[in-house]
């Protein structure tokens, strides 16, 4: 059990004594004593020749009472070491399986050691590929020597208790690829089954391979012996003279793996074995008794830590090694250096499948290296899953070891990419002369059907225990051979019965009688009706041989469809292959079984399978590339010559150049141990040599690498060094932390999560230019794209680790990681890591809209960082409309930045500060319906256990149906009332003076005003007039963050408001109407000359310059044409949306005439009362509360639906005062707080007016003012008009008309006086949002600011903007929505 004891070191395998020791052999099953034996370590002679097995001795066939087992030498003197201990007793179904590495399962069950993709860094100093023997070793001695270390792994993580036990979970982790070749049939290129498989099945012409793949690599399903290569065949021709000449130079290397694995032979005093019992008795047949014994394997036979500090468990002795041991007792890379190097700091990723390396773009150094991510359900998106792949930036070194098929077809898709290699990659590979067979039925039990829980009493045992070791004594060392027992794993047994009872080519013995056959019928009948388990069954005697050899060394590896394909010329055919046989089968006959040979023979015609693949980037003979693909050191050559790529070094079985006729994995280890410590000695690196304490595999690493510890690390640039890391580093740094206290924070929390990956396509410009943000930006981008073929792909991964912050939070937020592909870019492809995808994202920036939104940096592979910013808008436009929904969703509007600091990325929204940083690119993706349906494919929840997963996808599905549904149907949804609280307002602009102004007669109004902010330009007087049912804010907008007050106060302007009787205030409700609004103006007027009268040499006070919006002009007009304002103390005019000629709207007119026997005003005063408010409650009357759902109803184009029933109330009775795209959230959820309300005597006065066209004194005359003398009061005064193009409260009659009698009456105003009149239509705004819209500042200030510095500072003045809090926002980026 893992613990957290971290102090304590463990006793390594250099304390085993290898000098002969006589020891007291102990039978461990009854306890007898059998007196002394000596047992040296490696002590077995070597004698003999292959001749000896041609005639057999009968006589040493039948086991013999003499010969007990308890004369078999024990395990040699062993000194255990802190917390170990002797198994104790027979190893019971209890120590089979581990269910649980952890104190609290639900918590936890399993270690997991390697990260989460999300986490992974975008450059290490080393990356090694694969897990197994030789990317273990350069994983754990590279983080020794304190470098960062990236180790990626095609398989997922799986520690023991995980593996398959069973054929239907066997099956599932089964992954195939190459040619399919049989004999009878044509060949094929095939690939199928899960591609992150545990159990990978490698098709080629003559032999096929099986490998492993997961963290720990084949060593998760090898028969774990340790045999060294012996000095013959490390002298053969086709070693490098640095090892040809000095065997020994591996000695070293042996040593420090044997340190780490510990192999240790089956003790002698364990339970006995049936078929290591048959085994040596088949050596005494063949006169190869000396040969026979035990062999070292990397299997625990006690209690305690391992060398590394990982809690092993004894052996069960289940003999599933070839599936994977459950019972914690087998030392492989995953719990010794795999484990070691998470120790040390390195980093694993899983689900990882390395597809090609090239040199690093400069100015960077080192090498990319490709792989293609499985995880989260990837691979339904099969075009991209190879096509868009990820990459990590390896600064110093890469380390493959990814096995030898693997790495070669890593190397030979490298090669293709441009990465200059030899020409012998993938030549010389080799089956290792590995032969599998099986002695079916013989007279013997053997007990070699591997069980998940076997008996105690009646164990399997490893996998393999016993060998006939025949390589000395032959004057050709490829004479040299190796035969081993086996077992087949229970996955197996169901099939094997079958194919060694009916394919044909098997031998059987001879001479047995009439009741030997008998006998031999009835055990295969046991077994077809009792299962092969059946005892006396012919399963339960048959042997399981595995020979290794030597080979032809004459197979190659190619790519077709860029799929690899294995062809092994001459191995199945080889006369020393059937030679081979030869032996098995006298060995089979010596035991009265039926010879059979491997399956795969009969099945695709004289094939043979190995586990042991090697060769394919072999190292050189003569130090040249012209005979290898790498040095003796393993480093790869860059061609024909000596000459190699620096860093880039294989580590695994690829560099054997011949067959070993041994299992490999001691020479992969040694090889690798000494390739790597040759790297670190040229670096001068130094590895760190202490021993781990005791792991908590479920805790921190104990040493920490010191990119983490950033503060106490110095960075040189140049001759400089720092002890702060580049701002760039420490943003990584930190969201790399914040994602692993996410991730960290929803495993202890047992939170369920849930997750999709989704691939978009479309085009995008690369225009600095393209700063606007909005759709016709984005199409206009898109379109020139797509002229110039600036096609864009991303291929991102949606990860929400705890459901409830996706579903409960506000900003809906997951981790996004992936990769972004555009040409047009330099640097791609990107790499996309941990993202922020917010699903649902309320849009501030516009009223009703939720946005999906995609906010993230990525790095190209030159270095190169950028921001990406899309968003998916979804409003009211889809209401009602399920396609409109589709179009909406699946519509990516894409800006790409400059980075920003996260220092100085300080924002309200995600929308906000993804479009910070200077502008690159823009353009539009989409998803395409194919894609879509891959993409419901990868819908998966996580979580503990299954109630969890079902719970997490009803919630996310739950949700993302529910917000959906709201847009979808939004006519429908209940209506949004008030708040009680202020929301969104980021920009309060309180009036530097306020003023109580007392009317002629008697009315008490309020005037705000604002002192200039711009000291640098001579302070003018600005006279504002709100419209009806308003106040002051419309100018001093708190919810929007650069209002107009802000905006003429910075162009030196002293800005004053008046708050009138028909705005918001407590006078409105005493029936006053525009005409009686004119004396408010004329006393606001008289006390701005009073206060500011302008310069004293002046005679009379300074002319003041007045802008006037909707009924505030209206009023104003009635002023200036009736005589009550003089007009000479009007300096200009700006008139917003009407002055004198006000004409209703079509939809306003409706009202008026649609109720021809009563009007509405006076049908309302009947029901309601005389005053109508703009706000209202869910406590209010019942009338209001169903007047409130009726104007629902209130027909209006699909995109300017909401639900806010204040905003219905407004247009019920002014008309739709804005286009609500251009209004902000936060204005709209509060339009309650900005009107006020309006008397039905002034709604019946503004009804006449707009129904008759102009303005008119009060009742019940109506008197008509805009008579042609009252016109000519205006003479002088410069006007200019504007509307918005959408204004749907008034026509563009309004001003057009005015516009008109103006010009009539006047001229055009080019005469010698300079006066002017002018009008303007201002697309995309209606009404109101020409001064609360979010983007008026820029739309529709900047031209009234102009029209204002013309007549007051005179046509030759030049604005300069000033250098404030304002132009930073500007300059910024925070307001170009």
Known sequence: MPSVVPDITTTGADDIQTTEVEVPVTNGRHGKSNGASTWPLNGHGRGGSVSSVDTFNQSVCEPSPGDPWDQHPPRPGFSYGDHEEEAGGPRSRTYARIRSFGDDPKTAQFPRISKPMELMRHSYDCVVIGSGYGGGVAASRMARARESVCLLERGKERWPGEYPDGTIDAVEQVHYSGEFAPKWLPSKVVEGGDPTGMYHMIFGRGQNAIVCNGLGGTSLMNANVYLEADKGTLQLEAWPEEIREKPDCLDEYYAKARKVLEPEEYPADWPKLKKLELLETQAKCLNLGEKFRRVEQTTRFRNGPNSCGVEMYPSALTGQDPTGLNDGSKNTTLVTYVADAWNWGAEMFCEAEVRYITKAPEPQTGYIVYFAWHGRNRGHFKANLHGDLMWVHARKAVFLGAGAVGTTEILLRSKNMGLDLSDKVGQNMSGNGDILAFGYNTDNEVNAMGRPFPSPYRPIGPCITGIIDNRDGHENPLDGYVVEEGTMPSALAPFLQAMLQHLPGSIKPTGEGLIGSLKENLARVGSAFLGPYFRKGAMERTQVYLIMSHDSNQAYLTLKNDKPVLEFVGVGRSDHVKYLKGIL????????????????????????????????????????????????????????????HPGLIVTDAAVIPTALGANPFATITALAERSVDHYIKEQGLTIDTRKNGILDLFGPPQHQHHSHKHKN???????????????????EIERIDSANNAI???????????????????????????????????????????????????????????????????????????????????????????????????????????????????RGINGRKLHFHGYKVVDSSVALSPLQFWKSTSTLYVTITEPVPDSERKCEDADECGLLGEIVAKGIMHIHLADFLSEVLTLTPTG??????????????????????????????????????????VNNTPATKSYKIRASDGVITT?????????????????????????????????????????????????????????????????????????????CLKKIREEYPGSPSDQEPEKIYTIAHCMGSVALSTGLLDGTIPASWIKGLTCSQVFMNPVWSLANMFKIIGLPIIPGD???????????????????????????????????????????????????????CWNHHNLNEATHRQIDRFFGGVSMTLMHVLMKQGYDGHVMGNGPLFERLDTRDNIRRLKGIPIMLFVGRDNAVLSLESTEKTYEVLTDTFGTGNDSSGVQYSRRVVPDYGHLDCWMGRNAWKDVYPFVREEIDRVVRGPEYKFKDPDDKFHELVKTGKLLY
């Not at 107009?1044 to 028909?1062: D, K, L, Q, S």
């Not at 049908?1163 to 009362?1169: E, P, S, T, V, W």
Request: charged share 20%; hydrophobic share 35%; net charge positive.
């Open 713 to 731: 690390r110095r960075y040189h640039l140049g001759r400089h060094a720092q002890t702060q890391p580049p701002a760039e580093e420490t943003d």
């Open 744 to 858: 960290t924070t929803a495993r202890r929390m047992n939170d369920s999560g849930f997750g999709f990956t989704e691939v978009m396509c479309g085009y995008i410009h690369r225009d600095k230019g393209l700063k606007r943000d909005n759709i016709d930006t984005y199409e206009l981008a898109a379109r020139r794209a797509k002229s110039l073929s600036e096609t864009a792909r991303f291929f991102l991964s949606v990860q929400s680790f705890n459901i409830r912050s996706i579903i409960n939070d506000p900003s809906h937020r997951a981790m996004l990681t992936g990769t972004f592909v555009c040409p047009t870019l330099e640097g791609s492809p990107f790499m996309v890591q941990r993202g922020d995808f917010n699903l649902f994202l309320l849009d501030r920036k516009a009223p009703g809209t939720r946005n999906l939104t995609y906010d993230f940096d990525m």
């Open 1007 to 1083: 005037l705000h005003m604002w002192e200039s902010t711009n000291p640098a330009i001579e302070t003018k007087n600005l006279f504002m007039i709100p419209g009806a049912s308003v106040d002051h804010q419309i100018y001093a907008l708190p919810t929007i963050r650069y209002n107009a007050v802000n905006y003429f106060c910075r162009a030196g302007y002293r800005v004053w408001v008046t708050v009138h009787r028909i705005g918001m205030l407590m006078v409105a409700q005493d029936d006053w109407t525009t005409f009686d609004a004119r004396l408010d103006f004329k006393a």
């Open 585 to 644: 089968e006298k060995a089979t006959k010596a035991v009265g079984g039926t010879f059979v040979s491997n399956p795969w023979d009969s099945l695709l015609g004289e094939q043979q399978v190995t586990v042991h693949p090697i060769g394919g980037a072999c190292m050189a003979r003569d130090g040249t590339g012209s005979t290898g693909v790498t040095n003796h050191r393993g480093q790869v050559f860059t061609g024909s010559g000596s000459e190699t």
């Open 944 to 985: 503990s256990s299954l109630l969890q997963k079902v719970m997490s996808a009803g919630n996310f599905l739950t949700f993302f149906t529910r917000k959906s549904l709201s847009l979808l149907l939004a006519p429908l949804t209940p209506l949004q009332y008030p708040t009680q609280t202020y929301l969104g307002f």
């Open 1162 to 1216: 006076r049908l309302y005063k009947m029901i309601g009362g005389d005053w109508f408010s703009f706000s209202t409650s869910k406590n209010d009357s019942i009338f209001q509360k169903g007047l409130n759902e009726l104007l629902r109803l209130m027909p209006d184009e699909r995109k300017e639906i909401c639900n806010n029933a204040s905003c219905h109330r407004v247009t019920m009775a002014l008309g739709r």
